[in-house]
C-alpha cells in the first residue's frame, strides 16, 4: 500500500475550529435577546471571555476528560461555554431543563459532572434536584434570580471571569476524545448519553456548512431556536462560528410574539425549530415580515404539508424537512426538492423526511435483520452509519440498539432509489390492523392539512376484529370546529379507506416530550386508563 505525504494527522478538533472563528471571523456578531432589548458581541469579545471561562474553570480544578455541564437559556454565555470547555479539553454536558427532576438527577450523576453553569432564571428547576447530585463541587451562576435552593458556595459566573486571567493556552487534544455529550429525552426508561468526539463534530459542523444541507455562510445571519441542549442545537453553533455567520440568540422568548419581533428587528437569513414552534408562528403571528428569510429548517418529528405550504402562502418562506437523532449529532437527511421533480410538485418532495446527505451511510432492513432494497416501497427500519454516528452510549450496554455496525434508529421507512427517505412511523408506533400496516404519520400528516385541526397524533388501540386500529387524537385550532363525521369523510378521499380511523377524541393538547415531540406513550396511557372521551364512528 502506498502511503499518503499529507498531513494526515492534522487535528480535526474545536481548537482550530474556534481558532479560525475568532481570527478570519472577528466581526461577526453574537446577538442575544433580552425581552425588552439585546445584548451584543463580536467573535473576537466572545473568544476572549470563552478564554476567561477556560481560565477560570481550570482553577476550580477541572481537566482533561472532567465533565461540566450546562442547564441554560440559549445565550451568549452559553456559547461562550460551547467554545470553551471542550477547547480545554474537558467534556460539555448540555443538559436539558426540560426533563423531569428523577431523569436530571439521573443525567447529572451518570455524567458525574463536576461543575455546572446555570442560568439565575431557571435556577430553582435545578434546585429540585441538587441536594441528589452526588458529584458536582461547583455551581456557576449566571444573572439574577432565585438561586436560594442552590445551598451555600455559588460562584457568579460574571465575576469569575472578571478575576480570570487573559490569553489562556489551550492544550493539544486527540480528535477522537470526547469534546460534548448529549442524553437523549427518555421517554422510556433512563436517557441515554452520546458522547460526541471532536472529530465527529467538526465533520458535522463542515456538513452543515454544504450544499448538500442548509449552506450556512458568512452572509447569514442564524436565528438559534431549537434549544442549544438537543443534540448540539443541531450542529448549528459550531458551524456558525466556523463559517463566520452572525448568531441570534432568543433565549426563553420563543412565543411567536417575541419571535416575530427578534424576526423583524434582526432579519435572521435562517432559523431551525420543530413543528409546534413553526405552527405557534404560523397562526399567532400571520402578519409577520419574514421575508429576511431564505430557508426554515425543521425536523423533530414529521413536518406537516399543512405547515410546508402555510409558511410558503403566508410568508413566501420555504421550509426543508431535516431529520436525524441525538445519536447522529444530528443531521442525517435534509429535504431538499431534487434536480429531477419527477413531475412531482416541491411540496411533494419538502413532506418526504429527506435526501441521505455525503458522510452518513444509510440502509433499510426487515425484521430479519435482511437489507431491503431501495425501491421506494419496500419498508424497514433505518440502520445508519458514518463519521458523526454514535458507535455506542455512555456507559450503557444496549446491543439492541447496534447491528453489524450499523445504529438502528427505530424509525420505519421505505427509500427511493435517489436517496430520500419517507418514515412511516416509529417502530415502537407502527399500527398492524388486520395483519396489515397502517402509518400513523401518513394519517396526522394528512389531517393537518384540515383547516380546522391545528395538531394530530394517532396512535393504535385494540379492536376486537381488526386486532388494533387507528385513533386519531385532534386538536382544534382556537373557535374551530369538526364532527368526527366531518374529519372522517375528509380523511376518506385522500388516503386508503380503510386507515381511516372509526375512533375519534377531541384534545386540549398533544403531549409532548421535553425536545418537543409527540409523546404517543403518553396518549396510549390516557387512552388506556379510560381517561380520553372517544367518538365512535362506523
Request: hydrophobic share 40%; charged share 20%; net charge negative.
Amino acid at each position: 500500500m502506498l502511503k499518503s505525504t499529507m498531513q494526515d494527522d492534522y487535528p480535526l478538533t474545536i481548537g482550530p475550529l474556534f481558532a479560525h472563528g475568532r481570527t478570519v471571523h472577528s466581526a461577526s456578531k453574537v446577538i442575544t435577546f433580552t425581552g425588552d432589548g439585546y445584548t451584543e458581541s463580536t467573535f473576537a469579545e466572545v473568544a476572549a471571555r470563552a478564554d476567561k471561562l477556560a481560565a477560570a474553570l481550570t482553577a476550580l480544578g477541572i481537566d482533561a476528560g472532567d465533565r461540566v455541564g450546562t442547564f441554560m437559556w440559549n445565550n451568549q454565555t452559553h456559547l461562550e461555554a460551547y467554545l470553551a470547555i471542550p477547547c480545554m479539553g474537558a467534556v460539555l454536558h448540555t443538559l436539558n431543563i426540560r426533563l423531569f427532576p428523577e431523569q436530571l438527577a439521573y443525567v447529572i450523576n451518570h455524567a458525574q459532572d463536576k461543575v455546572i453553569i446555570v442560568d439565575a432564571s431557571i435556577a430553582p428547576l435545578l434546585a429540585r434536584v441538587r441536594h441528589e447530585l452526588t458529584t458536582v463541587q461547583h455551581i456557576i451562576v449566571k444573572g439574577e434570580g432565585d438561586t436560594s435552593g442552590l445551598g451555600e458556595g455559588l460562584l457568579d459566573y460574571d465575576t469569575l471571569l472578571a478575576e480570570a486571567p487573559s490569553g489562556f493556552v489551550y492544550p493539544e487534544v486527540d480528535e477522537k476524545s470526547g469534546m460534548a455529550m448529549c442524553y437523549t429525552s427518555g421517554t422510556t426508561g433512563n436517557p441515554k448519553g452520546v458522547m460526541y468526539s471532536h472529530r465527529s463534530t467538526y465533520m458535522h459542523s463542515v456538513m452543515v456548512t454544504s450544499t448538500a444541507n442548509i449552506a450556512l455562510s458568512e452572509v447569514d445571519r442564524m436565528l438559534v431556536i431549537v434549544p442549544m441542549f438537543h443534540a448540539n442545537a443541531w450542529g448549528v453553533p459550531y458551524a456558525a462560528w466556523m463559517i463566520g455567520a452572525d448568531l441570534i440568540f432568543p433565549q426563553q422568548f420563543l412565543q411567536a410574539a417575541p419571535l416575530a419581533r427578534i424576526i423583524a428587528d434582526q432579519r435572521p437569513t435562517l432559523t431551525g425549530a420543530v413543528p409546534t414552534v413553526l405552527n405557534d408562528l404560523l397562526h399567532n403571528a400571520p402578519d409577520s415580515d419574514m421575508s429576511s428569510f431564505r430557508l426554515v429548517m425543521c425536523g423533530g418529528s414529521a413536518v406537516p404539508r399543512g405547515l410546508i405550504e402555510g409558511f410558503q402562502n403566508q410568508f413566501g418562506v420555504p421550509i426543508v424537512q431535516g431529520w436525524g437523532m441525538t445519536e447522529t449529532s444530528p443531521v442525517c437527511a435534509i429535504g431538499h426538492p431534487p434536480k429531477d421533480m419527477a413531475g412531482l410538485d416541491e411540496t411533494s418532495w419538502r413532506v418526504k423526511t429527506g435526501r441521505i446527505i455525503p458522510g452518513v451511510e444509510l440502509r433499510i432492513t426487515d425484521d430479519a435483520g435482511a437489507v431491503v432494497p431501495w425501491d421506494g416501497e419496500s419498508l424497514g427500519e433505518i440502520e445508519v452509519r458514518g463519521s458523526w454516528i454514535t458507535a455506542s452510549y455512555y456507559l450503557v450496554d444496549d446491543p439492541d440498539k447496534f447491528h453489524d455496525g450499523w445504529l438502528r434508529t427505530g424509525d420505519v421507512a421505505s427509500v427511493m432509489p435517489n436517496g430520500y427517505v419517507m418514515i412511516s412511523d416509529r417502530a415502537k408506533d407502527v399500527i398492524k390492523s388486520g395483519g396489515e400496516w397502517v402509518s400513523s404519520v401518513d394519517l396526522e400528516n394528512t389531517l393537518m392539512g384540515h383547516p380546522a385541526i391545528l395538531e394530530c397524533a394517532v396512535i393504535g388501540v385494540p379492536d376486537d376484529r381488526w386486532d388494533e386500529r387507528p385513533m386519531a387524537c385532534v386538536v382544534l385550532k382556537p373557535g374551530a370546529t369538526a364532527s368526527p363525521e366531518e374529519l372522517k369523510a375528509w380523511l376518506g378521499e385522500r388516503t386508503a379507506k380503510w386507515w381511516v380511523p372509526e375512533r375519534w377524541s377531541f384534545i386540549a393538547e398533544v403531549p409532548k416530550t421535553s425536545v418537543g415531540k409527540f409523546d404517543k406513550k403518553v396518549l396510549r396511557a390516557r387512552n388506556a386508563a379510560g381517561e380520553l372521551q372517544i367518538d365512535t364512528v362506523d
